[in-house]
């Protein structure tokens, strides 16, 4: 049996791996792992590139504990603006979708605490479809593989209140500029959003409205710069769009309405 790691040689570990914040994530490996033996592959892990929440095997996101797998897109804080600005658009009893879902994180976190909802989440990584089945079935929620739209059940078709696209938007040039633990460790169908980084935004923008229920709203982050384009790209398809901007979550909302 391996002797256990004081806390303080894991922070001596993790730091000369570069790791920042080697206090808290040293705390956090210990109060995960199971055993020496876990703490130390843990901190093996950790200190070899791996994203923190991947070595855990959960991340906190908006007061939840989301589980995340290796290969798996990790949530991201700012995102919790996102959820922040779905939530305040809410009708009473919505029907919600996480499309390009990852983990199920953000639907997960917009319908809890809510007593009348329906669920639904597809993205087309098998991983994280199933991280996504484990995550939101405590909420009732229903996951499914597949491209954008195409795997959803048909009869959402209209019926769709708050449609949640966190849309892959780096352009394909910025990938490599990326922190290690995101290209390295991540997929890269979850990061790459093409030459400009609206790709996969422009197909979603294009079907919205037509999943939309009257009066239904898309919501999707996208970078400061790519704010004219992603509206045009919301315009498009028939859908008034608004922008959210938060400088404590540094992030950028756009919001499509469906005319009523």
Known sequence: MTTPMTESAIVSRLRAAGCVFAEDEARLILATAGTPDDASAMVDRRAAGQPLEHVLGWAEFHGLRIAVEPGVFVPRRRTEFLVRQAAALLPPRPVVVDLCCGSGALGAALVAGLDEYALHAADVEPAAVRCARRNIAPFGGHAYEGDLFAPLPDAL?????????????????????????????????????????????????????????????????TSERQVPDAVAAAERGGLAAAVATSEEFYATVVVGAKPV
């Open 157 to 221: 078709r209209g019926g769709i209140d708050v449609l949640l696209a966190n849309v892959p938007y780096v352009p394909t040039g910025d990938v490599g500029l990326m922190p290690a633990e995101a290209r390295d460790h991540e997929p890269r169908v979850a990061l790459d959003g093409g030459p400009d980084g609206l790709d996969v935004l422009r197909r979603v923008t294009a079907e919205a409205a037509d999943w939309l229920a009257p009066g239904g709203h898309l919501l999707f982050e």
